[in-house]
């Protein structure tokens, strides 16, 4: 067995980590021979529930967990750590304008920042995935300048997940025969979800997936928009959030970064976009297509952009330079 790795979930006591938590501990993340330290944080108020959780978790009685630690303290949460999958964030209550979640969160993520830069790993993991997502992470970062900004990537692969099982869905696939689907931009509605470089398997053959559908008009309409709002479709149906669905986004995004992606494949994640071939600016918390070896991502080079594509990677630009503009107001005053 290898020495065990610190991985810290927070939100530890929130409807994501309940469906992530069993899937971190019984090997389907990390290798089912790597022994795990489980670091459960949330706040105070939620203790009891995370008490629960806990239980749970000695229940399953998974030979994988070495030690499972539930607190409320940011220096025991942040010590030592290998991974942090920063779930918890202040969701959008009715009524409140993105301006104020954004300063909300400004505020948790520059704590939790400043948290991994004293007490973890310089060589730490960072995944966020508490909305708004890619600026809470280049919040997180920004607040941590002795990580390698690198280090930080956020979740767009449920995104991802959801075109590639939309365009399954409509060729009658599955899921696992469509690769390189594409989320270029923000996790929010203006996200761009491209499907000009994806392939399917279609009779032992591998085919373009505009080739496969010959149905252009679905493919630069519904199918985009049905990816962009699939989170408040979830909602309006569940009258609650994704959950299971996010978890094994989250599950896949974390084991591709410890096993990589594999040969000819690329997924999507939100990284930073200095020294991109996209024309995406400098110093923004972008998801673009990457390859994954050795436990670091690169972009994927050279794929050709049409001028439908460039409208649309633009925009979703566009609103993440002005969230950056907001959050970093707040930031300087946090």
């Known amino acids: 067995m290898s020495e065990p790795i610190r991985v810290l979930v927070t939100g530890a006591a929130g409807q994501i980590a309940y469906s992530l938590l069993y899937s971190i501990g019984n090997g389907s993340v990390f290798g089912k021979d790597q022994?795990?330290?489980?670091?459960?944080?949330?706040?105070?108020?939620?203790?009891?529930?995370?008490?629960?959780?806990?239980?749970?978790?000695?229940?399953?009685?998974?030979?994988?967990?070495?030690?499972?630690?539930?607190?409320?303290?940011?220096?025991?949460?942040?010590k030592d750590l290998d991974v942090a999958i920063l779930v918890g964030s202040m969701p959008r209550r009715e009524g409140m304008e993105r301006k104020d979640l954004l300063k909300a969160n400004v505020k948790i993520f520059k704590s939790q920042g400043t948290a991994l830069e004293k007490y973890a790993k310089k060589s730490v993991k960072v995944i966020v995935v508490g909305n708004p997502a890619n600026t809470n992470c280049l919040t997180a970062s920004k607040s941590a300048p002795s990580i390698p900004k690198e280090n930080f990537s956020c979740l767009t692969r449920l995104d991802h997940n959801r075109a590639k099982s939309q365009i399954a869905l409509k060729l009658g696939v599955t899921a696992d025969d469509v690769k390189n689907v594409i989320i270029w931009g923000n996790h929010s509605s203006t996200q761009y979800p491209d499907v000009n470089h994806a392939k399917v398997k279609l009779q032992g053959k591998e085919v373009g997936v505009y080739e496969a559908l010959k149905d252009d008009s679905w493919l630069k309409g519904e199918f985009i928009t049905t990816v962009q709002q699939r989170g408040a479709a979830v909602?309006?149906?569940?009258?609650?959030?994704?959950?299971?669905?996010?978890?094994?986004?989250?599950?896949?995004?974390?084991?591709?970064?410890?096993?990589?992606?594999?040969?000819?494949?690329?997924?999507?994640?939100?990284?930073?976009?200095?020294?991109?071939?996209?024309?995406?600016?400098?110093?923004?918390?972008?998801?673009?297509?990457?390859?994954?070896?050795n436990k670091t991502w690169k972009f994927v080079e050279g794929l050709p952009i049409n001028d439908f594509s460039r409208e649309k990677m633009d925009l979703t630009a566009k609103e993440l330079a002005e969230e950056k503009e907001t959050a970093f107001e707040f930031l300087s005053s946090a």
């Open 35 to 78: 022994p795990i330290i489980l670091v459960l944080l949330d706040i105070t108020p939620m203790m009891g529930v995370l008490d629960g959780v806990l239980m749970e978790l000695q229940d399953c009685a998974l030979p994988l967990l070495k030690d499972v630690i539930a607190t409320d303290k940011e220096e025991v949460a942040f």
């Open 235 to 293: 909602i309006k149906a569940r009258k609650l959030s994704s959950a299971m669905s996010a978890a094994k986004a989250i599950s896949d995004h974390v084991r591709d970064i410890w096993f990589g992606t594999p040969e000819g494949e690329f997924v999507s994640m939100g990284v930073i976009s200095d020294g991109n071939s996209y024309g995406i600016p400098d110093d923004l918390l972008y998801s673009f297509p990457v390859v994954i070896k």
